[in-house]
């Protein structure tokens, strides 16, 4: 069999990384040798890719066609990519009875005819595994309207970008993604789960020397908390949740966010996050891990803990790598995301799905937010969402009836309030210790390890770190792969058809409940 990986570059990124965590999972599992020829195949761009060699990429093939590329690069004809990528394979002599064809994120919208070009290559026989990162329905409207408009000047619509065949599987990374994939008409057994492989993290620096430059360069005293978050700080991971963890939890403890966004959009409300904190003077320190930080290594020998805020992930590494580093993981969990992790056994009781805050003070029931316009700005936004994304809308009324269910207890999740809500409760907790405790006792069960110093966690830190190990390893992702692999080669090819009931995707990711107000809002 020949082996065929395709996506749109190898910039850097996830699913370059994934690309290459396959090629070397293949090598620990000791099964690449059954793959006569590996060609890795994109549009040209590689910033990603190692430059050094290394023994899973010695035997692999790079082969460029430009017209797979992101269509705001390079400008095809809607013909092109299929006449293009058939004219490779041809000329490769990979052969459809021969070659399997390993294709990443097609349906996202950044080449819009490459799912057609895709669609025909499976109709000439080629065998597919076509894994699904991320979802233009995931609240990427730009995305969606730019296939909806391309498939509707065929004459036919998004049925065809999620094209349906005997030798053809689909693949995803969560319990969630595959729950609406099936509940949109997919058949469970065309669906495999490919969870990211995790490496084992090198050796870390020597935590006293980490912590001395912690004290340095950001005041952190030695006997200080030092709870880290290991991202680069864009809307979804939900800043304004770690700027109010700062402001409520039990002293000493100091939060830190790795790093700020490249991109202005999101960089702007993260300046506005890091502008609150400064102003109220509450201990969250932005950018840790930036040039003027400490080193990503550095960072997690100086933490006490990892914590996660974020509203939204395709994966979640988070949940598998922090306890590689030998810390506790606290904060957010996505019960969506994580489910598979705990089936295999990973102990995430330090995790809550919501961090609660009241509507009103204890004391004098003054509101901390305006509901009134919480009200209008979830109206709004829900509105332009469904108008984005080609929706009839919803309705005053029905809008109305599901937020009266949401204002109808006296706590809301943190998560689900707009910028200007989640600003207006920071404040009011880092002026009102009384309301700082009141809502560290409302979520005591996620606050616990801030509260109880006698509690040691090093038991389910080292459990989890083997499970990790032993589950979502290279060796058992090449295993994982292989064995997809080797099934879908055993599939006569059949008749290519359109995914009839496509449009339940859009329905299940475009609901109220899905929206949280951080990811949509600009400054």
Known sequence: MNLVIVHHHLNRGGVTQVILNHLRALRHAGVDGAYERIVVVYGGRRTGWPEASEPALERVELEVVPSIDYDSVVSVEAD??????????????????????HVHNHTLGKNVAWPAALSRLAADGYRMLLQLHDFAED???????????????????????????????????????????????????????????????????????????????????????????????????????????????????????????????????????????????????????????LSFSENLAAADAIINTSVAEGFGLVFLEAWLTGNLLIGRDLPEISADFKAAGLQLDTLADALWVPRRSPIGQRELFSEANYRQRIEELFDQVLTDFGQPALG????????????????????????????????????????????????????????????????????????????????????????????????????????????????????????????????
Request: net charge negative; charged share 25%; aromatic share 8%.
């Open 80 to 101: 092109t990519p299929y006449q293009d990528m058939l004219a490779m394979l041809k000329r490769r002599s990979l052969s459809p009875e021969l070659t399997l064809l």
């Open 139 to 293: 609240f990427r409207p730009e995305n969606y309207r730019h296939q909806v408009a391309f498939y509707e000047n065929r004459g036919t619509s998004m049925q065809e970008v999620y094209f349906q065949a005997p030798h053809v599987d689909y693949a995803v990374l969560n319990s969630r993604d595959r729950t609406i994939l099936r509940s949109a008409g997919f058949a469970g057994e065309k669906l495999a789960w490919l969870p990211n492989p995790v490496h084992s993290f090198p050796e870390l620096p020597d935590r006293i020397e980490a912590r001395r430059k912690l004290r340095e360069v950001f005041d952190v005293a030695p006997e200080e908390r030092y709870i880290l978050y290991p991202v680069r700080g864009i809307r979804r991971k939900n800043v304004g949740e770690l700027v109010l963890w700062s402001a409520i939890a039990p002293g000493p403890t100091t939060f830190g966010i790795t790093l700020a966004p490249l991109n202005p959009a999101e960089l702007a409300p993260y300046e506005q996050w890091e502008a609150l904190a400064e102003e109220l003077q509450l201990p969250c320190k932005f950018d840790v891990g930036g040039n003027a930080g």
């Open 396 to 523: 005053v009324e029905a809008i109305q009836q599901q937020l009266d269910e949401r204002l109808a207890a006296d706590w809301i999740d943190f998560a689900l309030l707009t910028v200007e809500a989640q600003t207006e409760v920071i404040r009011a907790a880092a002026g009102d210790r009384e309301l700082a405790d009141a809502i560290v006792e409302k979520n005591a069960h996620v606050m616990r390890p801030l509260c109880e110093h006698e509690v040691d966690y090093a038991a389910t830190i080292q459990a989890n770190a083997e499970i990790v190990l032993s589950r979502f390893s290279l060796k058992e992702t090449g295993e994982r792969l292989h064995e997809r692999y080797e099934l879908l080669q055993g599939q006569e090819p059949g008749p290519v058809t359109a995914l009839r009931t496509a449009d339940q995707i859009l329905q299940e990711f475009v609901k109220l409940e899905r929206l949280h107000p951080v990811r949509l809002e600009s400054v």
